[in-house]
């Protein structure tokens, strides 16, 4: 908390950097019809402002205001989406994805000036900071791993629907689409709920070499995800299920099984989590980075046979089993330390 400015300035610089580097290929690629166009100012400002505000998010989470910080997710994520709802039920004119796209600017810009208000409103002394080039070079060589394990990570939720689409059209994938972002909604809940009240904590106590409280707290954790998970997972399942006779379509009816498979893939995926999160607080980035890519090598595996054998219950079949292997990968490296360390 002490360094917390100080970090926050050198972070702007970096980002200012990023973007001023970015921005440009962008509109190049657009340009050239790489990406297409129509959207591109749009895609920016929603880009730059939702970026900023999961940064405020973090920054909110590290000072332990995690009250304040799902408070910003709600406006960020939820209030902006039920008033565009309102709106549109009450005005069917303005069903249009221009409206859509304010009322998701407003959202984020909303949740990003709330977000930036609080944390200066931390700022108790008025001194200068210097940019910090040596940290900042420092933090890219470090942290370089992490996003590599991160787009691992980012890509079982990705090429899943290119082979999906691959496999069985674009109106599958529709369907796809939609069950995916139903049991999604579980790691959205479980993260503003549970998570962002533990982590800082499971962190602290670690960093102080307090090895029985962290072990302790760590059991909770636990406990508590394994409980809260259980419940999301069973009320997706029906409200999927209520959706679904509601809609009456034929084709996600078809995919009902597939909508169970992803909550079991989901599940399994949240219970990583339990180890991923005290690897993460005992800076153990080395052992997620190795879990996490060579799950996705074998997902990888995966999509590729399905595309091959054009079987679109392969892709869950590898979804699954991979994160199994990224379960397994995750708590072997922390029984052994935890088996080493002190209580």
Same mark, same amino acid.
């Given at each position: 908390?002490?360094?917390?400015?100080?970090?926050?300035?050198?972070?702007?610089?970096?980002?200012?950097?990023?973007? +001023?580097?970015?921005?440009?290929?962008?509109?190049?690629?657009?340009?050239?019809?790489?990406?297409?166009?129509?959207?591109?100012?749009?895609?920016?400002?929603?880009?730059?402002?939702?970026?900023?505000?999961?940064?405020?998010?973090?920054?909110?989470?590290?000072?332990?205001?995690?009250?304040?910080?799902?408070?910003?997710?709600?406006?960020?994520?939820?209030?902006?989406?039920?008033?565009?709802?309102?709106? #549109?039920?009450?005005?069917?004119?303005?069903?249009?994805?221009?409206?859509?796209?304010?009322?998701?600017?407003?959202?984020?810009?909303?949740?990003?000036?709330?977000?930036?208000?609080?944390?200066?409103?931390?700022?108790?002394?008025?001194?200068?900071?210097?940019?910090?080039?040596?940290?900042?070079?420092?933090?890219?060589?470090?942290?370089?791993?992490?996003?590599?394990?991160?787009?691992?990570?980012?890509?079982?939720? +990705?090429?899943?629907?290119?082979?999906?689409?691959?496999?069985?059209?674009?109106?599958?994938?529709?369907?796809?689409?939609?069950?995916? @972002?139903?049991?999604?909604?579980?790691?959205?809940?479980?993260?503003?709920? !549970?998570?962002?009240?533990?982590?800082?904590?499971?962190?602290?106590?670690?960093? =102080?070499?307090?090895?029985? =409280?962290?072990? @302790?707290?760590?059991?909770?954790?636990?406990?508590?995800?394994?409980?809260?998970?259980?419940?999301?997972?069973?009320?997706?399942?029906?409200?999927?299920?209520?959706?679904?006779?509601?809609?009456?379509?034929?084709?996600?009816?078809?995919?009902?099984?597939?909508?169970?498979?992803?909550? !079991?893939?989901?599940?399994?995926?949240?219970?990583?989590?339990?180890?991923?999160?005290?690897?993460?607080? #005992?800076?153990?980035?080395?052992?997620?980075?190795?879990?996490?890519?060579?799950?996705?090598?074998?997902?990888?595996?995966?999509?590729?046979?399905?595309?091959?054998?054009?079987?679109?219950?392969?892709?869950? +079949?590898?979804?699954?089993?991979?994160?199994?292997?990224?379960?397994?990968?995750?708590?072997?490296?922390?029984?052994?330390?935890?088996?080493?360390?002190?209580?």
């Amino acid at each position: 908390k002490g360094n917390l400015f100080f970090i926050l300035k050198n972070q702007v610089l970096f980002y200012s950097i990023s973007y +001023t580097l970015c921005i440009p290929v962008f509109i190049i690629l657009v340009y050239l019809n790489i990406l297409p166009r129509g959207s591109e100012c749009w895609f920016i400002a929603l880009l730059f402002f939702e970026h900023l505000s999961q940064e405020i998010n973090r920054v909110l989470i590290t000072i332990e205001s995690q009250t304040v910080a799902s408070f910003i997710l709600f406006v960020r994520q939820g209030l902006w989406c039920w008033l565009a709802i309102a709106t #549109m039920v009450i005005y069917p004119d303005l069903r249009k994805i221009t409206v859509v796209f304010i009322y998701w600017l407003i959202g984020t810009v909303s949740a990003c000036v709330l977000g930036v208000v609080y944390i200066l409103s931390k700022k108790s002394k008025n001194y200068t900071i210097k940019w910090d080039w040596a940290w900042l070079k420092k933090g890219m060589r470090l942290s370089a791993p992490m996003l590599i394990a991160a787009l691992a990570l980012r890509g079982f939720f +990705t090429f899943d629907r290119f082979a999906i689409e691959k496999i069985a059209g674009l109106e599958i994938l529709g369907g796809y689409t939609l069950f995916v @972002s139903m049991t999604s909604a579980i790691q959205s809940f479980l993260d503003t709920i !549970l998570i962002s009240f533990s982590f800082p904590k499971l962190a602290r106590l670690y960093s =102080e070499k307090k090895y029985f =409280e962290f072990k @302790s707290e760590l059991k909770k954790f636990a406990l508590k995800l394994i409980l809260l998970l259980s419940i999301l997972s069973v009320c997706c399942f029906f409200t999927g299920y209520i959706l679904v006779k509601w809609l009456n379509n034929l084709d996600y009816i078809k995919l009902f099984p597939i909508f169970i498979l992803l909550i !079991l893939a989901n599940f399994v995926y949240c219970i990583s989590l339990i180890p991923h999160i005290a690897l993460y607080a #005992m800076r153990e980035d080395h052992s997620i980075l190795k879990s996490q890519c060579v799950s996705f090598l074998s997902f990888i595996f995966f999509l590729i046979m399905s595309v091959y054998l054009s079987e679109i219950y392969f892709v869950l +079949t590898g979804m699954i089993v991979s994160f199994i292997l990224l379960l397994l990968l995750k708590i072997m490296p922390l029984y052994n330390i935890l088996k080493k360390v002190k209580s």
